[in-house]
């Protein structure tokens, strides 16, 4: 892997000595009981609280994907995912992805910052959204939690959190083996995976994947279709587990994604997308633009059994580096580019201690800890007359993280229970930026290396009261508290001293909700309000004076609304499920906002956005779906599902140009096949946005192209021949 430092090699062998001192110390395993999946009883198990739970018992409004559901819609990544989950928004841009919860996320602009909305895979946190870039491979589940989760969950989970479950391996042996061709991009998807015991103590389980994809919006200058995607990525679990009370999963994995182009369009008046763009290319390198990203994650969890208690341990290693170039004019002219890249590691380890769940308290106690190195090249280049010239940035950070919580559970009555959950963090950051400039650049680039040490440390309780309602039904109340950590501007060309360092932001949220089960559970129904308050929430905005993102921290955010979902269960074989979630995100101060697009004598330093809605945050959003699996004689099954996404009306950018709006639609996905009734082979044809609706999830004022707003074009229509064999 590029870039791979000493620092790195030492969290290797740091990595490696924490597995072997755990896979060493365990003289027995246990195995656990598979989550996520219905059972007989029609329950779905979750650990959003850091034990297998009931979802009908968490007192927190979240949604559930399970990993068949993923791979039967050829959803391959989080870019595709949030228009299945209300209130879930993520952002294409031309650096990295972002994620948003109820309209607040932390947007792209620089690059350095960790994330608002948490992501974890298999419990290892990543703040980067690079960490993790297997497109969803052999997924057991994803759960997708609203709202502040600092307290149990951890720091960074503000606006909410993404953790992502890996399938075990198994003691039965089973394999399978996916292939699909999409016929309207080109390109397709292998999968396969393997997994069974090797001895009475070792499972293993093998995954491995390969796409490819054509693009699909055309360039009129450079020829073909972009984004062009390739990815391979592969996994080995091993399971140690021999039904005492210790078991140990040890998880490798790896991979590399490659991007050729980018699908974005300029637009001079509010048209529809047609597909097609003209750029030239990189100055000095006129080709098209690539993002070239490899990554390696590994893992080992280990739960002991103490008496009634259970400690568990996760050792955590996770790295990347990534390349990518990109023509910013986004035009024919190659007159502005910039070139990133990023080398990043990180170490992690968490321990926790349960307590059995049969008495009248329960508790979770635990700490966690990681430390990470951060690097970040960049360079812009301006091919404009007067204003020719290159900027070299250098920015490079270290984080230092520790933090200790706990949760109890105080159960009043049979049907009443008192819930707290409190965690410390400790953070600390040291970062240095360096410059180099050459040509006529502007004067504004000319600056002396920054540095800067930065040290927090914050509370985040949170306390939850539920009453079960009969047995079927549960009413909760919740408070809770989230942060947010501060941090370094990274890599930017106009950044000053004063510019350099980000205040942390916070949330403080009260919720109510229903979770309802009826008819022997044939019927899930929840639904929850809420209101979270956000101060010093980090925001930045493309200002194109400077041909630079500006971060900042806005004064004071409101986000409140309702999310709904249902299950039913219609027949044996015929279910429905659908979601509608209705949100109310506004500035409540926003001193030093971006200038709206109508006003050109304003200037943002004077600037207010308060009462402005914040962008990428439609006011309502849903799914219905349906699914279905009858006999067609006694060896074949049909087998349909499919249903409608929708959104209502959103700003794409920070003036509110607008050209930049997004307008509401509907997508339309359907799967029809058929298979045999021991589910053994499968045969379907899926088709996404059926209805070919164009739809764009960023847009920005284009850099030296004033009145462009350039977007970013979500997939048009796609039909897939998808092929599964299970043995």
């Not at 919580?405 to 600390?428: E, P, V």
């Not at 956000?534 to 971060?551: C, G, P, R």
Request: proline residues 5%.
């Amino acid at each position: 892997m590029q870039g791979v430092t000493v620092r790195t090699v030492r969290r290797r062998a740091l990595l490696i000595a924490s597995v072997g001192s755990v896979a060493l110390g365990a003289p027995a395993f246990a195995q656990q009981a598979a989550p996520g999946a219905a059972s007989s009883d029609n329950v779905i198990v979750v650990t959003a609280q850091k034990r297998e739970q009931d979802i009908q018992d968490v007192p927190i409004s979240m949604s559930v994907v399970g990993g068949e559901q993923l791979a039967d819609m050829g959803i391959k990544d989080f870019n595709e995912l949030d228009r299945y989950v209300p209130n879930l928004y993520v952002q294409t841009t031309p650096g990295n992805n972002a994620f948003y919860i109820r309209g607040i996320g932390s947007q792209p602009g620089n690059l350095a910052f960790e994330q608002t909305v948490g992501l974890f895979v298999d419990g290892i946190y990543g703040g980067h959204a690079r960490q993790f870039q297997a497109p969803f491979l052999d997924v057991e589940r994803i759960e997708v939690l609203r709202g502040p989760q600092g307290a149990l969950v951890g720091k960074n989970t503000s606006a909410g959190a993404i953790s992502v479950v890996s399938a075990k391996p198994t003691r039965d042996f089973r394999g399978q083996i996916d292939a699909s061709y999409e016929f309207e991009l080109g390109g397709g998807r292998l999968f396969g995976m393997v997994s069974g015991p090797v001895s009475d103590l070792v499972s293993v389980r093998l995954a491995g994947q390969y796409e490819k994809s054509d693009g699909y919006v055309r360039n009129l200058i450079q020829g073909g279709n972009e984004t062009k995607r390739e990815a391979w990525f592969g996994r080995a679990s091993v399971l140690l587990d021999s039904g005492g009370p210790v078991d140990v999963l040890v998880k490798v994995e790896g991979g590399k994604v490659d991007l050729t182009g980018n699908p974005v369009e300029r637009f001079l008046t509010p048209n529809d997308p047609d597909l097609e763009r003209s750029t030239s290319g990189f100055p000095g390198f006129v080709d098209k633009d690539y993002d070239n990203t490899k990554n390696f994650n590994a893992s080992a969890t280990a739960n002991i059994e103490i008496g009634d208690h259970v400690l568990t341990s996760i050792t955590g290693y996770s790295a990347y580096s990534f390349e990518k170039r990109l023509d910013a004019d986004f035009g024919p002219s190659p007159s502005f580019a910039s070139s990133f890249g990023e080398n990043f590691d990180q170490l992690s380890q968490e321990i926790r201690l349960a307590s059995p769940t049969n008495g009248a308290l329960e508790y979770i106690v635990g700490g966690y800890f990681h430390v990470n190195d951060y690097d970040l090249f960049q360079t812009t280049l301006i091919a404009f007359g007067p204003f020719d010239g290159r900027a070299d940035r250098v920015f490079r950070q270290e984080n230092v993280v520790w933090s200790g919580f706990g949760s109890a559970t105080w159960h009043i009555g049979d049907t009443l229970r008192l819930i707290g959950s409190l965690r410390y963090t400790y953070d600390r950051k040291i970062a240095d930026q360096t410059r180099a400039n050459t040509g006529a650049v502007q004067p504004t680039w000319l600056a002396t290396p920054l540095s800067g040490k930065r040290i927090e440390r914050e509370w985040d309780p949170s306390a939850a009261i539920q009453w079960d309602v009969g047995s079927d039904a549960m009413l909760y109340l919740s408070y809770g508290q989230g942060s947010k950590a501060g941090g370094f501007i990274g890599a930017q060309s106009t950044t000053t001293a004063a510019q350099f360092e980000i205040e942390p932001e916070s949330a403080e949220t009260i919720e109510a909700g229903a979770k309802v089960a009826l008819f022997d559970r044939r019927l899930r129904f929840n639904i929850s309000a809420y209101r979270t308050i956000f101060k010093n929430l980090q925001v930045s905005s493309f200002d194109a004076v400077s041909t630079a993102f500006i971060t900042t921290n806005a004064g004071k955010a409101r986000s409140q609304g309702f999310e709904s979902d249902f299950i039913l269960d219609v027949a044996d074989g015929v279910s429905l499920t659908g979601s509608l979630a209705y949100l109310d995100s506004t500035y409540l101060d926003f001193l030093g906002a971006p200038c709206p697009f109508d006003n050109p004598t304003c200037v943002p330093a004077n600037n207010n956005a308060a009462g402005r809605p914040l962008p990428r945050a439609p006011k309502w959003s849903g799914t219905l779906f349906a699914d279905i699996a009858l006999p067609v004689s006694g060896a074949i099954d049909f087998i349909a599902n499919g249903g409608m996404t929708f959104r209502s009306n959103t700003y794409l950018e920070e003036s509110y140009n607008p050209d930049a709006v997004q307008r509401s639609f509907a997508k339309l996905d359907l799967r029809l096949g058929v298979r045999s009734s021991d589910k053994a082979w499968e045969l379907a044809l899926v088709g996404k946005n059926l209805t070919n609706k164009l739809t764009g999830s960023h847009a920005f004022n284009t850099p030296l192209a004033a009145g462009i707003i350039s977007k970013f074009i979500n997939p048009p229509r796609t039909i897939a021949v998808q092929a599964k064999l299970n043995f």
